[in-house]
């Protein structure tokens, strides 16, 4: 009979815990399920950026560029939560490079803005290596947000390149099934059984 008490009390308590699958995406806003990619004021997205890849990853169709200075936000398509974020970025200091820097080439600097709810959770500066891939990198359990924003702040117009997106999503843990109105009758009748059969 302690067994059925046990048992009754485990099912009208217990909740699941959190769970977390990982989504990687190449070339954000190409693929169902992935990124979508917005660019924000001064900035436009010109699409696939093959430059970027014949300059890195060496496989076609994969990043993106934008013209203007580079500031876009990034949600999770159809929504959802990220628990961790890592992209890439290229930053070419020459123009004679398979996706150059235009004309004139500038070291930039980029803030990378976390935020849940339209509330902003952390900022943190990137720097990008010169001719070289920068990994950046919010690793799983530091924040728990639903966008996020890259901005250029050095006001220079040359381009960077952007890809291989990746994210944690986060599913909130199940909530502990309420006890129903009529459980505590039930588990005073079990126990009221337990002692009836004790004596």
């Known amino acids: 009979m302690k067994r059925i008490l046990a ?14 699958a990982t ?11 992935g990124f979508d990619i917005f660019a924000l004021p001064g ?14 990853l ?8 934008i013209n203007g200075v580079e500031n876009f ?19 070419p200091t020459t123009t004679q490079l398979a996706g150059g820097c235009n004309t004139t080439c500038f070291d930039s ?9 339209g509330t902003v959770l952390d900022t943190s500066n990137i720097f990008p290596l010169d001719d070289a891939i920068t990994t950046v990198n919010i690793p799983a359990g530091s924040f728990i947000f639903d966008e996020f924003i890259v901005r250029e702040v050095s006001n220079t117009i040359d381009n960077e390149f952007f890809g291989n997106f990746s994210a944690e999503v986060f599913e909130p843990p ?3 099934v309420p006890l129903p109105a009529g459980g505590g009758l039930l ?3 079990l126990a009221l059984l337990a002692l009836r059969r004790r004596s």
């Open 58 to 65: 060496g496989a076609p169709g994969v990043g993106f560029a």
């Open 7 to 20: 048992l009754a009390f485990a099912i009208f308590t217990t909740g699941s815990g959190a769970s977390a």
């Open 43 to 56: 900035s436009s997205l010109v699409g696939n950026s093959d430059p970027f890849v014949a300059a890195t």
């Open 73 to 91: 936000r990034g949600i999770l398509s159809g929504g959802g939560l990220m628990s961790s974020l890592s992209f890439q970025i290229f930053e």
């Open 174 to 176: 199940v909530a502990a």
């Open 109 to 117: 600097e980029f803030t990378l803005t976390l935020l849940f709810g």
């Open 187 to 189: 588990l005073g009748a």
């Open 23 to 33: 989504i990687f995406e190449d070339t954000p806003n190409e693929t169902a399920g």
